[in-house]
């Protein structure tokens, strides 16, 4: 049994900037999550997602929020997918709102090929100002997976 709302270990490893950009993004300093840091290798730091010091939730006042009646949908979802792998909005890209309105489409709407292809376009936009590598075949796969997600969990 868990308390103090601490989930059990769910660990995750990124770069130490996707801590950071979280961190920023939710209104946390970089020293009030360390405690979930389980793990570090140079740049690479393994973190405890279940953690109490994890960044959950966001402290600042103007944070996107979900439509009312949406408890989650398939952009919430892809969101969770793509954090799992490490990569997390950052405050330069389009992250948050695009995943807002794949929430507010719906899953029946995201299906659509020219909502699909708006996503990708926005992934692969996003891939190229970090850096990242990005196929079209796996981004695909997520958004599928992501709206397989929302209606399971509706």
Known sequence: MHSNNVQPAALITCHRSNLESRCAERGYTLAEVMPCVVAQAGDEWTIDVGSAAYPRVSRLPNAPEQPSGVASGPG?????????IGITSTPDCSCNRVAAEMDQWGPDECE???????????MRE???KRGLPFLDAAGRMLVRRAIRNARHNA
């Open 76 to 84: 919430t979802e892809l969101k969770k997918l793509l954090a799992r």
């Open 126 to 128: 996003n891939a190229e």
């Open 112 to 122: 659509k090929p020219e909502r699909q292809d708006y996503i990708l376009a926005a």
